[in-house]
Structure formats: C-alpha cells, structure tokens
C-alpha cells in the first residue's frame, strides 16, 4: 500500500469499515477490503472480509480459502485489462479510478466466472480507495514509477489520486443499482477510510521523525562524551 502504517491497525480500520456499511445498509450481507501496494507493482491483496448474519446481529471474520487476491495478492501486470484473458472488476477500479456495480450479473461482462465458466455470481459493488496525491507525496507523486496498461500508456498519469484500496460489498438479488443511495453510502465511505489511513499514516511518520531524533541526540551525546 503506498500509505504505510501497521498491518494491525489497518485490519481494524477495514474491518470497522465493513461494520459500518453492513449494519447501515439492510440488503448488503458481506464486505472485504482489499490494499493496492505502492507502483510499480500495484500488488491488490485481501485485507479482512466480514459477513453478517440473518438476524443482522453478527459478523463473522475470515479470508476465503480458495482465491488469487488472499496473501501474497495479485500484481497488476496479472489483473489488468489486458486482450485475450477476462476482464476483471478489479481492473476497472484501480486503472480507471472508478466503481463497478454488478446490478445485474448474468450480464456482468467483468465476471470472471461468468466468462471463463459460464457461472454467474452475485450482486455486488466495487469501490476504489482515493487519496490524494499532494497528501502521499511531496512531489505530488512525479517521482513515482506508475504501471502500465496493456496499450503502453501509463495509468495515473494525469490524475489527482491515487487508489490505495477497494471496498468490495455483496448484495441480496435485485437490490443494488448504479448511482443508488447504496453505492453513494459505499463512495462516501471510501473516502473515510482513505483520510482514516492517511492520518494513521501521518501519526506513524511523527513517531518515527521523533524516534530517529532521538537516536541522533543520543549518537551526538556519546561522541561528544
């Protein structure tokens, strides 16, 4: 992730996101989080998923057994667009910066089962992460090496953010629709998490300014010592 801050903190922050919009939204019944590491590598890997029960009481904690974005993830030389290999939803989100709503998924053409088996899943929406260039960097990022896509352009080039994670939240039948109060929830949310992680961010990058400090008055005490 190109914000950096401790794994722990940042599974709580994910999980208590996937809290939010599960017990906010009645339809919505599992939630995961995803990082997308720093460029060039864009690794996209699972953080925490969280399903609630019927009684809309309880959530239930654990990564899938079985799939390509568990630890260690999925680099995005492997998951972008690319002629030749299906299209993923994950790609649409990191490369275009965009969300993707499957409303209605038997014709959800960024199905990866439903391309490669002919299986449809479920109803769900896929929201990116945004930070902010000038808050990650003081270069506003032109130092960075960004990817990429499969025509030779690079992404990111021209924009303003960066995608730093995806919210991934899963439907009852029928009940989720492009640009609906649901998906607006969801996009308002990111958001909070994406200034969450960057204050923790922050915090971290004090404690370590004020960390080495102190190891470089200690340094100066013994030579002078």
């Not at 939204?25 to 969280?50: E, F, Q, W």
């Not at 990111?190 to 990058?205: I, K, M, N, V």
Request: proline share 6%.
């Amino acid at each position: 992730m190109t914000i950096k801050i401790d794994n722990g903190i940042l599974e709580k922050a994910c999980k208590e996101i996937i809290e939010t919009i599960l017990f906010c939204l009645p339809n919505a019944y599992k939630g995961t989080v995803y990082r997308i590491g720093k460029p060039p590598h864009m690794i996209a890997k699972r953080i925490t998923s969280g399903s609630i029960d019927e009684d809309r009481k309880i959530i239930s904690w654990g990564l899938p057994e079985i799939s390509e974005y568990n630890p260690p993830g999925k680099k995005f030389i492997d998951y972008r667009d690319q002629p030749g290999r299906p299209l993923e939803a994950m790609a649409w989100c990191v490369e275009k910066q965009k969300s993707w709503t499957a409303e209605a998924p038997k014709n959800d053409r960024r199905s990866v089962r439903l391309q490669v088996e002919g299986v449809w899943e479920d109803f769900h929406h896929m929201e990116p992460v945004l930070v902010r260039k000038d808050d990650l960097y003081a270069d506003n990022g032109s130092g960075h090496e960004y990817p990429r896509n499969s025509k030779g352009e690079i992404i990111w080039k021209d924009c303003d953010c960066e995608v730093v994670g995806v919210i991934k939240i899963h439907f009852q039948p029928n009940t989720i629709k492009k640009e609906s109060p649901d998906t607006r929830v969801i996009k308002r949310l990111s958001r909070s998490l994406g200034t969450e992680l960057l204050s923790h961010q922050l915090r971290q990058h004090s404690l370590d300014a004020m960390s080495q400090l102190a190891k470089d008055k200690l340094q100066s005490y013994n030579i002078l010592a």
